[in-house]
C-alpha cells in the first residue's frame, strides 16, 4: 500500500462505478428538531444506492445507550450485502424505544420498496439505515415517507453525492466529502466518501457494537464510503 499514489476526483459517493445518489428536503429538519424551530428548506434526506449488491462492513458506537438505526445496520452488515443507504438529519431515532426500532425497520422497508423493480426486488435487510438530530423525539416518518427521494421523479437519483452530503450536515459548517483515484494491481479504482459529526465527548466505535477489551477512541460520526474495488466482506470488516 505504501507505494500508492492517489488521485482527487470529483463526486465523493458517486466517483466509484455504480453507485448513486441524491439528497432532497422531506421537511424532517423542521419538523424533527422542535416546536417553534424552522430552519427552511434545507436538504435532509440522503440516499446512496448501488447498481448491485454490494460488500458491506461497518463500524457502530460502543455506547450502551444508541439509536435505532445503530441496531438495526449492526444485524444487517453481518449479512456481508447491501443495495443502499438511507439518512436522515433533523432527527436522531434516538432514545425512540420500540416506535424508533419500527422506524428504522419501516425506513429500511419503504426505501427498498421505492428502489424495487418487477425485475429487480431489493429487501429490506438490503438497507442501511441511519439519522442525526434531535435525540428524543419520534421520526416524522409520514412526512419522510411521502417527501423520500425514492417518491420523486427520475433524475432524483443522479450523480447529486453533493446534495447527499448536505443533507446528512447537522451542526456541521460545511459538508465533507471527498474522492480518490488509484492503480489496483492493473485496475483503476475509485474510492469516495461523505461524512458528518462535531463536538463529540471520548467516543468508542467497534464492528458490533460491543466494547472492545482494550478500547480505542474515535469521534463519533456518519460517514458512509463507497469503492469499485473487488473486496471481500470479511476484508473490508474491522477486528
Known amino acids: 500500500m505504501k507505494n500508492i499514489s492517489f488521485k482527487s476526483v470529483e463526486g465523493s459517493v458517486t466517483a466509484p462505478q455504480g453507485f448513486q445518489a441524491a ?3 422531506c421537511d424532517i429538519k423542521r419538523l424533527g428538531t422542535g416546536k417553534g424551530s424552522d430552519k427552511g428548506q434545507k436538504r435532509d434526506l440522503a440516499l446512496i444506492v448501488s447498481d448491485a449488491p454490494a460488500a458491506v462492513a461497518g463500524a457502530f458506537t460502543t455506547n450502551q445507550v444508541c439509536a435505532a438505526p ?3 445496520c449492526a444485524a444487517q452488515v453481518k449479512r456481508g450485502r447491501a ?3 438511507v439518512v436522515n438529519s433533523g432527527n436522531a431515532n434516538a432514545c425512540t424505544g420500540r ?3 419500527r422506524d ?3 425506513m429500511a422497508e419503504y426505501t427498498a420498496a421505492a428502489l424495487s423493480s418487477s425485475a429487480h426486488k431489493i429487501a429490506a435487510g438490503d438497507v442501511l439505515v441511519a439519522s442525526t438530530g434531535r435525540i428524543g423525539v419520534a421520526l416524522p ?3 419522510s415517507r411521502r417527501n423520500s427521494p425514492g ?3 427520475a433524475p432524483s437519483l443522479s450523480d447529486n453525492a453533493h446534495h447527499a452530503a448536505e443533507a446528512i450536515m447537522t451542526s456541521d459548517t460545511r459538508s465533507k466529502e471527498i474522492a480518490v483515484e488509484f492503480q489496483l494491481g492493473d485496475k483503476i479504482a475509485r474510492l469516495g466518501g461523505i461524512c458528518k459529526g462535531a463536538g463529540m465527548i471520548q ?3 467497534s464492528p458490533t457494537g460491543q466494547r472492545p477489551a482494550l478500547r480505542s477512541l474515535h469521534a463519533t460520526m456518519l460517514c458512509f464510503l463507497t469503492t469499485d474495488a473487488a473486496l471481500d466482506p470479511k476484508t473490508l470488516q474491522p477486528r
Do not use: N
Request: proline letters at 12%; zero cysteines.
Open 23 to 25: 439528497g432532497v428536503f
Open 70 to 72: 445503530v441496531k438495526w
Open 83 to 85: 443495495r443502499a443507504v
Open 99 to 101: 416506535q424508533g426500532l
Open 104 to 106: 428504522a425497520e419501516a
Open 141 to 143: 416518518w409520514p412526512t
Open 151 to 153: 417518491r420523486r421523479p
Open 203 to 205: 467516543p468508542g466505535m
